[in-house]
């Protein structure tokens, strides 16, 4: 049956504008929006949803979330997010071990730079905690850890501190019991309610393991899809992907094949990401890439050449230069057309931006680390601080940009990314900026919601059927009590759904 969603303010973010009512068929898909859906043949019998005269905007997609990892967090782990002390971190710690006694202790979200000392918890810290099961603690970028005595013991892996950054955790997380494969589809059933209940209307999801396509893979058999999911896929995966047949794009609506993961350097709050110059607060240290730049431009040629789309994680200045130099070297001139894709993209010269205006190389960026990150201008220094999140520079030059969120890295909102696109700031931080980033790369309400709209459907290969609220466009849209566009700009980040609406149908959030 055809449904008719009427009384509602709807920004269709396409050429009919803004319009009172849309008309989806059985399918999911728009057939009329405003006076054409109430003429349509298919509105005399369609089931009427009225949306209570609220905002209704094309749903938001989040180009880079690791929503498997979040959700596994949420049911398995300590929230350790928004710490402000050592002792409070080690209270909820302490606390989740009561409620999971035995096996591992694991933690994860802090940002040690809140903390008074400004320093990563300690083996000795976390022994407090757990003095007699392995304990392991993760920063909020997931770039470095910290483990405890007994955890360092059965890894065996010698360290005074326990602090470990990049590579020289994979012992660790490799000694961590893995879920079995009822928990990680119990896993995948939660992420679909966390991602709808957010306002995601569909995710680009970093895959970590073979488990976690066959969990989609099931949910999709089983109905049970109740947000549309591309599976960015590791680059250890790759060979085996290909190796059956299967490209970037592969699928259908609901789940599809995105790109081939692979990083280029670490992160800022690490300081591992890779710059041309010296970290400021951190004298002779400029990071590190993760591959030497001849075998990632060998790695992003496998990529290409296999029909498939690079996906490359680059922070840094340098590794921004690396990632272009791979992606232009393989793809030459269908650059373009191959639409590889850079993440983050975090710290960006002018002549860099020029070049991924020129090369059509897409970036994937996430404005909550605008206000999340407060610490870069003193990793850059102020000589370097116009390069930090230059959204609106880049925009402006013509660089095609998507949204993402990162979760479990930041919180999984899109109205919270969104509204700190439009602010660089966030309601707590009273009337400042934060902390020095630049006022004028902030974004118009409306750039910011196509960060996650028509710029994560082109940067999925989805702009025909994703992004607009247009005749012939998949039915998703998130319906809201206020509306972004008119509020005050600083209430936007909290901000909550009303509904959340995926092909035709209102999602389950619980």
């Not at 040690?112 to 407090?128: I, N, S, V, Y």
């Not at 770039?143 to 020289?168: P, Q």
């Not at 922070?315 to 030459?332: K, P």
Request: aromatic residues 6%; contains cysteine.
């Amino acid at each position: 049956m055809a449904t008719l969603f009427h009384n509602a303010h709807i920004r269709t973010l396409g050429p009919s504008g803004s319009v009172d009512c849309l008309l989806a068929e059985e399918g999911g898909h728009i057939v009329a929006v405003g006076e054409a859906a109430r003429a349509h043949p298919l509105a005399a019998g369609a089931a009427a949803v009225d949306l209570g005269g609220r905002a209704v905007l094309p749903g938001p997609v989040d180009a880079h979330v690791h929503l498997l990892q979040y959700a596994e967090n949420d049911l398995y782990q300590a929230d350790l997010g928004g710490c402000r002390t050592l002792d409070e971190l080690l209270e909820r710690l302490s606390a989740h071990g009561k409620r999971r006694p035995e096996g591992w202790l694991l933690g994860a979200g802090f940002d040690h730079e809140m903390f008074p000392t400004h320093a990563m918890p300690t083996r000795a810290d976390l022994d407090r905690a757990a003095p007699n099961r392995p304990a392991m603690v993760a920063r909020l970028c997931y770039h470095v850890i910290s483990a405890n005595s007994e955890a360092l013991r059965l890894t065996g892996i010698e360290s005074e501190s326990g602090i470990l950054s990049e590579d020289r955790m994979d012992p660790v997380y490799a000694a961590i019991p893995k879920l079995t494969k009822a928990q990680t589809l119990e896993v995948a059933r939660h992420a679909m309610a966390l991602a709808a209940k957010a306002g995601f209307t569909g995710c680009h999801v970093l895959i970590a393991s073979r488990e976690e396509v066959e969990a989609f893979q099931t949910l999709r058999a089983n109905g049970e899809l109740s947000i549309r999911v591309r599976m960015q896929m590791p680059f250890a995966l790759f060979h085996e992907l290909t190796a059956t047949g299967l490209r970037t794009t592969f699928g259908d609506e609901w789940l599809s094949i995105g790109g081939i993961k692979m990083f280029a350097d670490g992160s800022m709050g690490a300081r591992t990401a890779a710059l041309t110059t010296d970290y400021t607060d951190d004298p002779g240290n400029c990071g590190e890439l993760i591959h030497p730049p001849a075998r990632l431009a060998e790695m992003v040629r496998e990529v290409h050449d296999a029909g498939c789309q690079a996906v490359i994680h680059a922070i840094g200045d340098e590794a921004m230069d690396v990632a272009m130099d791979a992606i232009t070297a393989a793809a030459g001139e269908n650059t373009r057309a191959a639409r590889h894709r850079i993440e983050h993209a975090s710290i960006v010269r002018p002549d860099q931006v020029r070049r991924l205006a020129d090369t059509g190389i897409v970036c994937c960026v996430q404005p909550q680390f605008t206000v999340t990150d407060f610490w870069t201008v003193q990793r850059l220094g102020e000589e370097r601080k116009a390069w930090i999140y230059p959204f609106a520079s880049m925009l402006k030059a013509g660089c095609i940009l998507s949204g993402g969120t990162d979760c479990p890295v930041e919180r999984l909102s899109p109205l919270e990314a969104i509204g700190r696109a439009v602010t660089r700031d966030a309601p707590w931080r009273g009337e400042s900026i934060s902390q020095g980033y630049l006022a004028d790369e902030r974004l118009s309400v409306e750039q910011a919601w196509r960060l996650y709209t028509t710029g994560s459907a082109y940067s999925g290969f989805d702009e025909a059927s994703r992004g607009t609220l247009e005749p012939g466009m998949v039915c998703d849209f998130i319906a809201l009590d206020a509306d972004p566009f008119t509020a005050d700009p600083k209430s936007i980040e909290t901000m909550v759904p009303a509904m959340t609406v995926v092909g035709g149908r209102i999602a389950p959030v619980s």
